[in-house]
């Protein structure tokens, strides 16, 4: 992800269906700090969100990755996935979020994986259960409700 996704990103995280479990859509300022945040995960931490494209076309899907996340004061890695709207419902967050989970243990050699979840995003909890992931706990992430699914890697 680069400030040349800009126009992409903004889409995706200004889409108020997209961001339907989020405090409310992103603008496109808020848009490059998100990208900007997951530069610094990749020089800090080698790992944040990437972008989703596909293979057939290049077109721009989402962003799925790894960032690491503050749950009640312990510092944990999240698998995190967006989509677009019109393109949910394909598989693709389940694939990338394979793809990241794998990428987390064999090559970081991460021991343990989580997904923050909205209580009400049915969706993202079965992608996390798709990937191995099982509902941990009930927490409160950034003063909301979350569910936190989790596995062992």
Same mark, same amino acid.
């Given at each position: 992800?680069? #400030?040349?996704? $800009?126009?992409?990103?903004?889409? $995706? $995280?200004?889409?108020? /269906?997209?961001?339907? @479990? @989020? #405090? ?9 700090? =998100?990208?900007? =945040? ?5 020089? /800090?931490?080698?790992?944040?969100? =990437? ?12 962003? +799925? ?5 503050n749950i009640e004061g312990v510092i944990r890695t999240e698998v995190g996935y967006l989509v677009r709207a019109e393109?949910?419902? &394909? ?5 990338a979020a394979i793809a990241c989970r794998d990428y987390a243990r064999d090559v970081l050699k991460l021991d343990r994986?989580?997904?923050?979840? &909205? #209580?009400? &995003? ?6 996390? /259960? ?5 509902? /941990? +706990?009930?927490?409160? @992430? ?6 936190? @699914?989790?596995?062992?890697?």
């Amino acid at each position: 992800m680069t #400030p040349d996704d $800009l126009d992409d990103m903004a889409a $995706l $995280l200004g889409d108020s /269906e997209v961001m339907r @479990y @989020y #405090p409310r859509p992103m603008s496109r300022d808020e848009a490059l700090r =998100w990208i900007e =945040w997951n530069q610094r995960g990749y020089r /800090e931490h080698g790992h944040g969100l =990437w972008l989703i494209t596909l293979r057939s076309s290049g077109e721009f899907v989402g962003n +799925c990755g790894l960032t690491l996340q503050n749950i009640e004061g312990v510092i944990r890695t999240e698998v995190g996935y967006l989509v677009r709207a019109e393109l949910q419902g &394909n598989g693709y967050a389940t694939e990338a979020a394979i793809a990241c989970r794998d990428y987390a243990r064999d090559v970081l050699k991460l021991d343990r994986l989580i997904a923050i979840i &909205n #209580p009400d &995003n049915v969706p993202s909890q079965r992608v996390a /259960e798709k990937i191995g992931l099982t509902l /941990e +706990c009930e927490a409160v @992430y950034q003063d909301r409700p979350a569910r936190i @699914y989790a596995s062992t890697l």
